[in-house]
């Protein structure tokens, strides 16, 4: 698990939980890559024209989570109002992506997933939100 | 001008003003390049020790910038909350970014123009906000 | 213009010429920001269905152009090794792209501006490339 | 483990194997991750002035890595051309920075645990590569 190791390594003080630094790393990664591949299934999908919203909602949350976890990857010279207002759009974003991909969920399994990972990272976001504050 | 090119080309509706979130787009692309080239150079300087809090704000407002312009840049399936949450961020990096650089300004020139950028992209990022709510 | 400001002020030796070096990185963001809007501006097609793959070939122009924008804004410590291998990848991808925009292009104003930018941009790295070489 | 579980539910053909390919999108997130990290740790180093060299690498590294993971999430229309060169560009980008951190492995833990990521990854890239041929 190279988040949690490189997180242990960091060489100067970090003013946040490191475990639950690592957990909102990892469901952001998480995150991210499932709502590109599933923007990409959906475009694969016959019905197509009916998952618009659920690609553009997808490559939205994967391009927020990446750059979130991007940011909380980083100590040095640490600024709690970027963190806590980038993780207030994360939240933002992953709940409409989850809700969006629940609604296709019964009918594609990508969908289905994807919803998953976008509540539990968008719950990760939201304990650390709350640490932070 | 692609970005105001590609703009006008999008064949469905956009409930925001096309003029005014080009302008937005280009603001924060030119940005992101700014502060990706301006944690670089800051890394070149002889004292880089004392510009480590700069380089790291520069990356957070790099990304943050860069996944905003990718959000902007689409139309379907618009989300307003998405956008506003992220137009919110993308403000307190800019904001934070230029502080930082502002105290580098005389001393290192990437740090002054790079200020200049962060702080026309707040604006704009501002002035697009106001308009959407 | 921010990338010729910018990459005049890097306060240390460039082994490269910096306006070609310049005239790259923005061709290179002006095609990742068309290829973003022109994959969400083809989303939005009544005959979505028959743009999956130029949708696909987009994304991929995009994330590739726009880590080889980030690459060339760095200098210091420069590999040529990395910037060459990049740049192999990002020729390839815009050509791919530019052919399969090229397909839509009297169809799809968005997808003529984009197999243009995808054009240009493999001409300058082209150049760039031999250059180097 | 959603890179698995999405890569089986992707509902079209794959023309590669899909382990193979998980197996190459986990190593390349994980990759991004410790050389965002490694970065970030090494600018908190005190003798940050001889890791400038490290600290670039490193983020060229991750953004190589990034769009390559993204690209190989992506298998709607797939382009093996692109692929193809993507990878070679990884590959080399991920032994550059395997050697770069390699060289303060016994100095710097997050070098050492980089270094050991970069490795994997780019072993990992040539493997899918081999089999792609």
Redesign the interface.
Known sequence: M??R???K????QINLNRERLADA?LAL??CA??C??????C????Q??EL??????N??C???C??T???L?????Y?A??SR??L??C???CR?CADECGRHAEM???CR??AE?CRACEQTCRSLLEAMS
Chains 1, 2, 3, 4 share one sequence.
């Open positions: 190279p988040v190791e490189m997180i390594t960091y060489p100067a790393v990664i998480d890559q499932a590109t591949a599933c923007a990409d299934a475009l694969s999908e016959e197509v024209g618009r919203k659920c690609v553009r909602t490559l939205d994967a391009d927020i990446q750059a976890a991007r940011v990857s980083r100590h040095t010279g600024d109002n970027i207002a980038l207030e759009a939240i933002t974003a409409s594609h399994e990508h997933i994807c990972r």
